[in-house]
């Protein structure tokens, strides 16, 4: 029950519907299933796709020199040289595959939302 007068009172512009009378709230406002944000596999999925596009418009020239990111070494099989490697392969490999799932998300987004 919400205390409509006295300290603990919240202002009338502050207050959900659900507050007022419980029959104007949506089925599941407070409290519900659907009410919070949930992280499922289509935001992870996202989330992914947008560290692959990072990782692949990194500029060789002008960031990955700088850091000696821009050619991987042969035979050698350091961090560095596993990063460098990755990044090559997702410039030249992923390419289209990159933008065929960036075609997909942006569907689905338009689509559901």
Same mark, same amino acid.
């Given at each position: 029950?919400?205390?409509? /007068?006295?300290?603990?009172?919240? !202002?009338?512009? &502050? *207050? !959900?519907c659900?507050?007022?009378?419980? &029959? &104007?709230?949506?089925?599941?406002?407070?409290?519900?299933?659907?009410?919070?944000?949930?992280?499922?596999?289509? /935001?992870?999925?996202?989330?992914?796709? =947008?560290?692959? $596009?990072?990782?692949?418009?990194?500029?060789?020239? *002008?960031?990955?020199?700088? @850091?000696?990111?821009?050619?991987a070494?042969?035979?050698?099989?350091? !961090?560095? $040289?596993?990063?460098?490697?990755? =990044? /090559?392969?997702?410039?030249?490999?992923?390419?289209y !595959?990159?933008?065929?799932?960036? =075609?997909?998300?942006?569907? @689905?987004?338009?689509? =559901?939302?």
């Amino acid at each position: 029950q919400v205390r409509e /007068h006295g300290p603990l009172a919240l !202002p009338t512009a &502050s *207050r !959900p519907c659900c507050f007022r009378r419980r &029959s &104007s709230c949506p089925p599941f406002a407070f409290g519900g299933r659907r009410a919070g944000m949930a992280i499922g596999l289509v /935001h992870l999925f996202e989330s992914g796709l =947008l560290l692959f $596009n990072a990782a692949a418009i990194l500029n060789e020239k *002008r960031f990955l020199r700088k @850091y000696q990111l821009d050619t991987a070494a042969p035979g050698e099989m350091g !961090p560095k $040289n596993q990063v460098a490697t990755f =990044l /090559h392969a997702m410039r030249t490999f992923m390419r289209y !595959p990159l933008v065929a799932m960036n =075609l997909l998300v942006i569907l @689905y987004e338009m689509i =559901l939302g």
